[in-house]
């Protein structure tokens, strides 16, 4: 079976939890017997896929809904998926094949005011119209696949996640003199490693923390990129909390490894996540105190192996907080590594769906009918213009003659 991947969005970007994932399905793939062919944008930097399919630099809105759309139809495959951002709109027309993207959470649609213009103007309604014609959708936890079960009637498909490789046996990769950068010694420091934009809520994390930080005598270590978002009370508390609060932008994967190990506890807020990989990766690397935000996904991946903090009373979740240390990882926590091997196989696999085909043609003819409505409606208004600027014309020559 050939199967083509978008991996385009991984050209000049910095990794991120989902570009992460990309690539961990991508390998997973490439050990099935599956002909895979991975489609970048300007050049491949992952591996020498004699299959690949190299875009030449075009600009987001060109390469996401025209040039994308092009390779996948020139590769023909079986199976298209795309793992990072929603597929082309026009892939709904004349495509033979499976289309399926990776929805990776339901921020979009539960929390808008999170968004940037971008997520919100021009992801969102592309994602909203997948929703309607794709073959299906992979996700990545059971929380998420209940939550999009109600914005869809597309199969939905949790594939789980695939904590990166590079985390197995991390432990023994920690380098106690990488924290010298920072001047930071081992269990001096909470960290925590995301975006800085307002659904990871950091802001939140920061009133939380704060009289801990000076009480504990610890900091808090942030790293990986700023988002987007002007929060001016946001910019008041980092100021007053300055002295306590270290940012690192991003680090080198050893360095990372070194910042999880060391750490005395790793914290995440978000309002809400898929998944929410980097709890994970702390793990990985033997942070022992993990410290979440009290939602649904959190206490279906770490069940009684996190301290959970309520989202709306900060004097509770500082109260939880101050008690992190009855709340250990057990030695028996399984962290998720290629979880979603063997149920690929079937979801790829044509055989699921005897009426696939039918299916598809019976799609295209709705959307030959709709688009053939549309047409006659247009020529129906067209026709009625013209009629109407006729009787018009005709009434000013009547009107005309007479006053003559």
Same mark, same amino acid.
């Given at each position: 079976?050939?199967?083509?991947?978008?991996?385009?969005?991984?050209?000049?970007?910095?990794?991120?939890?989902?570009?992460?994932?990309?690539?961990?399905?991508?390998r997973a793939l490439l050990?099935?017997?599956?002909?895979?062919?991975?489609?970048?944008?300007? %050049?491949?930097? *992952?591996?020498?896929?004699?299959?690949?399919?190299?875009?030449? +630099? @075009?600009?987001? !809105?060109?390469?996401?809904? /025209?040039?994308?759309?092009?390779?996948?139809?020139?590769?023909?495959?079986?199976?298209?998926?795309?793992?990072?951002?929603?597929?082309?709109?026009?892939?709904?027309?004349?495509?033979?094949?499976?289309?399926?993207?990776?929805?990776?959470?339901?921020?979009?649609?539960?929390?808008?005011?999170?968004?940037?213009?971008?997520?919100?103007?021009?992801?969102?309604?592309?994602?909203?119209?997948?929703?309607?014609?794709?073959?299906?959708?992979?996700?990545?936890?059971?929380?998420?696949?209940?939550q999009l079960s109600v914005?869809?009637?597309?199969?939905?498909?949790?594939?789980?996640?695939?904590?990166?490789?590079?985390?197995?046996?991390?432990?023994? %990769?920690?380098? *106690?003199?990488?924290?010298?950068?920072?001047?930071?010694?081992? +269990? @001096?420091?909470? !960290?925590?490693?995301?975006? /800085?934009?307002?659904?990871?809520?950091?802001?939140?994390?920061?009133?939380?923390?704060?009289?801990?930080?000076?009480?504990?005598?610890?900091?808090?270590?942030?790293?990986?990129?700023?988002?987007?978002?002007?929060?001016?009370?946001?910019?008041?508390?980092?100021?007053?909390?300055?002295?306590?609060?270290?940012?690192?932008?991003?680090?080198?994967?050893?360095?990372?490894?070194?910042?999880?190990?060391?750490?005395?506890?790793?914290?995440?807020?978000?309002?809400?996540?898929?998944?929410?990989?980097?709890?994970?990766?702390?793990?990985?690397?033997?942070?022992?105190?993990?410290?979440?935000?009290?939602?649904?996904?959190?206490?279906?991946?770490?069940?009684?192996?996190?301290?959970?903090?309520?989202?709306?009373?900060?004097?509770?979740?500082?109260?939880?907080?101050?008690?992190?240390?009855?709340?250990?990882?057990?030695?028996?926590?399984?962290?998720?590594?290629?979880?979603?091997?063997?149920?690929?196989?079937?979801?790829?696999?044509?055989?699921?769906?005897?009426?696939?085909?039918?299916?598809?043609?019976?799609?295209?003819?709705?959307?030959?009918?709709?688009?053939?409505?549309?047409?006659?409606?247009?020529?129906?208004?067209?026709?009625?213009?013209?009629?109407?600027?006729?009787?018009?014309?005709?009434?000013?020559?009547?009107?005309?003659?007479?006053?003559?």
């Open positions: 079976m050939r199967i083509a991947i978008d991996l385009t969005s991984l050209y000049a970007r910095k990794r991120t939890g989902i570009e992460m994932y990309a690539i961990d399905l991508y050990s099935t017997s599956h002909e895979i062919i991975p489609i970048f944008h300007v %050049k491949n930097e *992952l591996d020498n896929n004699p299959n690949a399919f190299i875009i030449g +630099e @075009s600009n987001r !809105i060109i390469l996401e809904n /025209i040039r994308l759309s092009l390779a996948v139809r020139k590769i023909n495959p079986d199976v298209a998926l795309f793992p990072v951002f929603p597929p082309p709109i026009d892939l709904c027309l004349g495509f033979n094949g499976k289309v399926m993207p990776t929805q990776h959470d339901c921020t979009f649609l539960k929390f808008r005011d999170t968004l940037n213009f971008a997520a919100k103007y021009y992801l969102t309604p592309k994602m909203l119209w997948a929703f309607k014609w794709v073959d299906g959708i992979i996700t990545i936890s059971e929380t998420e696949k209940k914005y869809t009637k597309k199969p939905i498909y949790n594939l789980g996640e695939n904590i990166a490789i590079g985390f197995k046996g991390a432990s023994e %990769k920690a380098n *106690l003199q990488l924290l010298e950068k920072w001047n930071l010694r081992p +269990e @001096s420091y909470y !960290i925590s490693v995301s975006t /800085i934009e307002p659904r990871k809520n950091f802001k939140y994390l920061l009133k939380v923390i704060a009289p801990i930080l000076k009480d504990r005598n610890k900091k808090l270590v942030l790293v990986g990129r700023e988002g987007w978002g002007d929060d001016e009370e946001l910019k008041a508390l980092i100021e007053q909390m300055k002295d306590y609060l270290i940012f690192t932008n991003y680090v080198s994967d050893d360095e990372l490894i070194s910042l999880y190990h060391y750490a005395y506890a790793f914290a995440l807020l978000s309002l809400d996540e898929g998944f929410g990989r980097t709890p994970f990766e702390a793990v990985a690397c033997g942070c022992k105190h993990i410290i979440l935000s009290d939602i649904e996904i959190f206490h279906e991946t770490f069940d009684n192996n996190a301290t959970f903090l309520p989202l709306n009373n900060e004097e509770e979740a500082r109260k939880n907080l101050l008690a992190d240390k009855n709340n250990e990882i057990n030695n028996d926590f399984k962290i998720p590594r290629r979880k979603f091997k063997h149920s690929k196989q079937k979801i790829l696999s044509r055989n699921h769906d005897k009426n696939y085909r039918k299916s598809i043609k019976r799609r295209l003819q709705i959307l030959r009918l709709e688009c053939n409505v549309r047409r006659l409606r247009r020529c129906k208004n067209k026709r009625s213009s013209i009629c109407q600027c006729n009787k018009r014309t005709k009434t000013r020559k009547r009107q005309h003659s007479v006053n003559a």
